[in-house]
């Protein structure tokens, strides 16, 4: 585990039996995308999601016809489910009847601020949590006209009107989040939210940020500084695709900053002409190998000497290949010689035993 990153501090906000800010680790967070009123298919999800490193799922609740399985999605999670409504605060209403944990709105598009104050003064009474999520495609008409404004700015004004709101009725029980589909725009809106409002604990994510690669990338970029700052209780990855594909980037972003790890985290070396095995092919068996094992060990698979026990020396267990064989070693520590078809079945063995 890298050394720790100072994490500023929030307020701590109870989403069910899990705690975003107040210093608890980053919580990971993803969505369905299943017809809600599809019970089966959601529930099935949720559980794929909670199994892949979900903490917390999001759930849409479009209609009212959906509410009866959200009501059922609630009750047999696993996680804790968060509503996500937008336009009808009836439907924010019956989500928390139904079970909601949390709420995900954008008080900005559900109407009057008595509609709000309902939703407000519900969760209040029910203790439940609810994220105000703005976005750059939904600024309010007086902010968006500003010309004098940058895009993050109009995004922290808005959000902080609805803080300010909320908390003016007594309400605390806030998660933040104020995304655009710019990194840059995300990091300067996230770090001026950190800021104005230090208290409020921040959901992290780059709206829209595209598919697999585009997103994981631009989500990393975006969220890995924001998070490397001290900035952030909350994540989700956006991506174009299976929400299961979200999980692993989220986790892989805060195991790279030594937040927190799931799993095995594998260093390995893009090879050079040095390199006598085909240590692409070992590299990805391993990977494939350490998807369903859920130890939080560091594994090296070096391609010589060069990049060798030395310079991976401080992973848990480890090889370094040479002509047709590899030193396995232990810590930095050599154990011995293993021939090349057996490299990868003696390094799962000897993780196994760790």
């Given at each position: ?60 609740v479009?209609?009212?016809e959906?509410?009866?399985?959200f ?27 139904a ?21 407000i ?8 949590a ?18 004098d ?34 990194v ?5 809106t ?9 208290q ?48 692993p ?23 050079c ?82």
């Amino acid at each position: 585990m890298a050394d720790s990153i100072p994490r500023n501090l929030t307020r701590p906000v109870h989403v069910g039996n899990v705690t975003i800010g107040g210093g608890a680790p980053v919580v990971v967070q993803s969505m369905t995308c299943t017809p809600t009123v599809d019970l089966g298919a959601t529930l099935e999800q949720v559980t794929k999601l909670a199994e892949a490193g979900c903490d917390v799922v999001r759930v849409s609740v479009p209609t009212k016809e959906a509410l009866g399985s959200f009501r059922d999605i609630c009750r047999e999670s696993p996680v804790p489910i968060v509503a996500d409504i937008h336009f009808d605060y009836r439907l924010a209403l019956g989500a928390l009847d139904a079970g909601a944990a949390k709420l995900r709105i954008n008080p900005g598009n559900i109407g009057s601020w008595e509609k709000v104050d309902a939703i407000i003064d519900k969760a209040g009474s029910m203790g439940a949590a609810i994220r105000i999520g703005v976005n750059a495609g939904s600024i309010e008409k007086d902010l968006l006209e500003r010309t004098d404004l940058t895009q993050s700015e109009k995004l922290v004004s808005s959000a902080m009107r609805f803080v300010e709101h909320f908390e003016s009725r007594g309400f605390e029980n806030i998660v933040l989040s104020a995304k655009a589909h710019s990194v840059n725009t995300t990091i300067d809106t996230y770090r001026k939210l950190s800021h104005e409002l230090p208290q409020t604990p921040l959901h992290l994510g780059v709206t829209e940020a595209g598919g697999i690669r585009q997103g994981t990338i631009k989500s990393s970029i975006a969220l890995g500084t924001l998070l490397a700052e001290g900035i952030g209780d909350t994540m989700r990855v956006s991506l174009t695709a299976d929400p299961i594909e979200e999980v692993p980037v989220a986790w892989g972003i805060l195991s790279a900053l030594g937040l927190r790890r799931r799993g095995p985290e594998m260093i390995s070396c893009p090879t050079c002409a040095r390199c006598q095995v085909n240590l692409i092919d070992i590299a990805s068996e391993v990977e494939r190998r350490l998807s369903s094992c859920a130890k939080p060990v560091s594994v090296a698979v070096m391609g010589c000497a060069v990049n060798g026990p030395g310079e991976a020396s401080d992973a848990d267990v480890g090889v370094a290949c040479g002509k047709g064989c590899a030193l396995l070693f232990k810590q930095g520590e050599i154990i011995r010689k293993i021939p090349e078809d057996a490299i990868v079945d003696e390094l799962l063995n000897e993780i196994s035993k760790l």
